[in-house]
């Protein structure tokens, strides 16, 4: 971000310079989702960057009851940046929160479980630095609807790159000529303009992200009709990442609207095509030196093989921060391109866990873990990779036999043999339940975090979907 390494007095001089009127205070809820408000200028002092600022906190999703709900704010000057939406002259900055007699960081800020994990694998000795580098993809649509109450549930989505719009009268729907260039199913990966018709606005989204002071390494089309696509950061810092991940968002969804479009980040809101994933690099520095190269498989250290072990092993409950939605395991689903097999490999995609070959160089060594997904909360998700990881190198659990084989001509018996992923997200609340002692450790994940992230997740989400009849329902079973 721009603030990086800014100081109070330099904040304050930053918002003189850019003549800046308001100052816009962000954190994130339990669930994953940035929230704000907004004071005047002149109420930014010195002594709110340690004073902090107070705000009612019951109202936010997962947090603490009512009568224990006076919080505090406390802005973090290094993640400072010029807000490129606003009308009136908007410095942001993400905050941690605090309890405001106490003054102990709040267990249940996403933020704080990262810096813990980060703080927790310096005590280890193992390393002083967990790069992050993940791959979010999301969908641009030009049009969205839907509802759901007692007696009806619906969905329409709809882009001007869709493959059902071939046959379209534009004219009719005073939309002008249809002009073709539709992108069929699974082949939206990399076609130049005019097939790709969200050129401009991506390369909009990037230099307003350069703009904001993130590292930018590529932008292009994704796999899927209808408007999907991926911006690449460059890896940094675990909680600097998962900072400039939710920035990334605000960035995309802002620009998309600039234009009347909307974006996504749903994994799968598309029925027959590819869905958003997520796939996240991770490797391990000590005193400036990669940790995670050596002479193994795939020019991996017994180090690197034992991380990739931890996650392995534990990936089930993992999954419950890394892919925490019910419409998460519609994108991991067995039998296609989706990374549910719980193996790794220097080739293979559908393994959970892939060593990139790129480069030779010892640097570019790390993992992909990749099975997450962009609707998870960074801070949270992040923060169990690490431990797993950790885990798995305390522990030099082996991650067993590569799997660089085809697995759509293995033999069904064998096949078999490869562990999976959970198949819903209540399978992966059970794993979490039953499977979290690793997050425990150095107070990161506390049993208050775990227990009210099943609890939310059951109540809110995966109960909530289960008691709904579904569309499809109706075309299965009405005339039964």
């Not at 996403?110 to 810096?115: F, M």
């Not at 084989?405 to 043999?417: G, M, R, S, W």
């Not at 992230?453 to 005339?479: N, Q």
């Amino acid at each position: 971000m721009k603030g990086d390494k800014l100081t109070p007095k330099e904040v304050l001089a930053l918002c003189r310079e850019k003549d800046v009127k308001a100052v816009d205070l962000r954190f994130m809820d339990f669930p994953g989702l940035w929230q704000h408000f907004t004071i005047p200028v002149s109420k930014l002092t010195e002594d709110v960057f340690e004073d902090g600022l107070g705000f009612d906190g019951s109202s936010i999703r997962g947090w603490q009851a009512i009568n224990e709900s006076d919080m505090l704010v406390v802005p973090q000057p290094d993640t400072a940046f010029i807000d490129p939406f606003t009308t009136l002259p908007t410095i942001a900055m993400i905050c941690n929160i605090q309890d405001p007699i106490t003054r102990e960081d709040y267990s249940r800020d996403p933020r704080n479980v990262a810096r813990k994990a980060v703080n927790y694998l310096k005590s280890t000795g193992i390393a002083d630095t967990a790069y992050l580098g993940p791959e979010a993809e999301f969908f641009i649509f030009d049009d969205v609807r839907f509802e759901q109450n007692a007696h009806e549930g619906y969905y329409h989505i709809d882009s001007m790159e869709g493959q059902w719009n071939r046959g379209k009268d534009m004219r009719a729907a005073g939309e002008g000529n249809n002009l073709g260039y539709k992108l069929r199913f699974k082949e939206g990966y990399f076609p130049v303009p005019p097939a790709d018709q969200l050129m401009d606005i991506r390369n909009e989204m990037m230099q307003t992200m350069i703009d904001c002071g993130l590292d930018v390494e590529a932008q292009h089309h994704e796999v899927a009709t209808a408007g999907q696509s991926e911006i690449d950061l460059r890896f940094q810092p675990l909680v600097k990442m998962a900072d400039c991940l939710l920035l990334y968002k605000y960035i995309i969804k802002n620009v998309a609207r600039r234009h009347n479009k909307t974006v996504t980040f749903m994994p799968k809101p598309l029925f027959g095509d590819n869905g958003s994933g997520m796939h996240c690099h991770v490797s391990l520095w000590k005193e400036g030196e990669p940790l995670f190269a050596g002479g193994g498989y795939a020019g991996m250290s017994d180090m690197g093989l034992h991380a990739i072990g931890g996650l392995l092993k534990h990936a089930p409950a993992i999954l419950a921060f890394s892919n925490p939605t019910t419409n998460s395991y519609k994108r991991l689903v067995p039998g296609y391109e989706a990374p549910v097999n719980l193996a790794y490999s220097q080739r293979n995609r559908s393994a959970a866990c892939r060593i990139p070959m790129y480069s030779p160089s010892p640097k570019a060594k790390r993992v992909e873990f990749r099975c997450p997904d962009p609707s998870c909360n960074p801070y949270l998700a992040f923060s169990a990779i690490l431990m797993a990881v950790i885990d798995g190198i305390q522990n030099k659990i082996h991650p067993g036999e590569p799997l660089d084989k085809d697995i759509y001509d293995l033999p069904p018996e064998e096949l078999a043999a490869v562990p999976k992923t959970p198949g819903s997200l209540d399978e992966a609340l059970e794993a979490l339940r039953k499977d979290h002692e690793f997050l425990l450790r150095g107070d990161v994940f506390t049993p208050d975090v775990i227990d009210t992230w099943i609890w939310y997740k059951h109540l809110h989400e995966a109960d909530a979907v289960r008691l709904r009849p579904h569309p499809y329902e109706f075309c299965l079973y009405f005339d039964i």
